[in-house]
């Protein structure tokens, strides 16, 4: 399975940037997306998740501001990040809980390769 994540950039304090993940390969089903960020010297921490079932959850930090969201196929997530602000700037990772079908049913935790965020006047 990959995660194909693209989006980020340079962006000025009150403005825009949406991010997608795009997932493939050997996929049965996806059970959630989500988006994380690490900003230097800080762990990895949640953004937004959207479950298979549309139920979503935000930090804190970007409830408000942030809207994730998925296409009808189910593989592809989008994060629209508004009002950004220099403290949202970040690596942003793209995760997802895929079952895969080898035989067996198992659930996988796949992370794109990270896009850079950086909110600055």
């Known amino acids: 399975v990959q995660l194909q994540a693209s989006g980020g950039g340079l962006v000025q304090p009150g403005g825009s940037l949406r991010l997608s993940c795009a997932a493939s390969g050997n996929i049965f089903s996806i059970n959630a997306m989500g988006w994380y960020r690490q900003a230097p010297g800080k762990q990895r921490e949640l953004v937004a998740r959207i479950t298979s079932g549309a139920m979503t959850n935000y930090a804190d930090s970007v409830t408000g501001r942030f809207t994730i969201s998925g296409d009808n196929a189910g593989n592809t997530v989008y994060l629209q990040m508004n009002s950004l602000k220099p403290e949202d700037t970040a690596v942003y990772y793209c995760?997802?809980?895929?079952?895969?079908?080898?035989?067996?049913?198992?659930?996988?935790?796949?992370w794109g390769q990270g896009t850079l965020v950086t909110v600055s006047s």
């Open positions: 995760n997802a809980d895929i079952t895969q079908n080898n035989g067996v049913l198992f659930n996988y935790d796949y």
